[in-house]
């Protein structure tokens, strides 16, 4: 089983719908971020958790909200999807104890907007 | 501000021919580097990375990464590139404390037989 698993793997939405990906990981790690990916643009931070009280904003973190149910879940929400919001987006984990300055990456949610 | 710089958007080489990826970085204090490789329909990978001491770092799969202050680099070099390297290679620089990653645009490497 993958240490980092996001859910769907794949979304196809319409505009104004809300939309929640889901993040869950069994590497113990306190530090949870969601980056986005997008073509020539490379991956921008929209939230991160270093534990379960502590959220911070990201690089772009408009039109998103998060929430940290425990330290392993993490999920992200569009409250009003927009087409611009269409992308790849990645859950990651760290570990502050243990090398934190490494991430672990889930496999991606491919989320389209029509 | 934090940013990285990867110029190269796609490279293409040929099995068995030896490998650079450019990286350039701006940061105000010195810096925590990264290498990370991402295969199609995978997340990202660490390949290798850089916080102090020896500046040419040694990372899996037979890369290798060179930090050069003077030039803000942080080149990735590989010998001998195999088919299975196919992939997207992305630079990222670190806060630490904070552990805010920063991370380039990408370049995408094709082998060709």
């Known amino acids: 089983d993958a240490d980092v698993t996001q859910t769907p793997r794949n979304r196809i939405t319409k505009t104004g719908k809300r939309i929640m990906l889901e993040c869950s990981q069994t590497k113990g790690h306190d530090r949870m971020y969601w980056y986005r990916q997008d073509p020539g643009l490379g991956l921008r931070l929209i939230y991160y958790s270093f534990d379960v009280k502590d959220i911070n904003k990201g690089e772009i973190s408009d039109g998103y909200s998060v929430s940290r149910q425990a330290q392993a879940k993490f999920s992200l929400s569009l409250e009003s999807a927009i087409p611009n919001q269409t992308a790849l987006y990645f859950c990651?984990?760290?570990?502050?104890?243990?090398?934190?300055?490494?991430?672990?990456f889930g496999s991606g949610t491919q989320l389209s907007v029509l | 501000a934090q940013s990285v710089t990867q110029p190269d958007i796609h490279i293409t080489v040929s099995e068995g021919a030896s490998l650079e990826l450019r990286c350039n970085y701006s940061?105000?204090?010195?810096?925590?580097l990264f290498w990370y490789v991402q295969s199609p329909g995978q997340g990202l990978q660490l390949l290798l990375k850089?916080?102090?001491?020896?500046?040419l770092v040694q990372g899996i799969k037979g890369f290798e990464a060179e930090f050069k202050r003077s030039q803000s680099s942080f080149n990735l070099r590989k010998p001998s590139v195999h088919w299975s390297d196919a992939a997207e290679y992305f630079c990222?620089?670190?806060?630490?404390?904070?552990?805010?990653?920063?991370f380039g645009t990408g370049t995408s490497l094709t082998v060709i037989p």
């Open positions: 990651a984990t760290s570990d502050s104890q243990g090398g934190y300055e490494k991430l672990f």
């Open positions: 850089y916080f102090s001491g020896d500046t």
């Open positions: 940061y105000g204090a010195t810096p925590y």
């Open positions: 990222a620089v670190a806060r630490i404390p904070g552990n805010q990653f920063y």
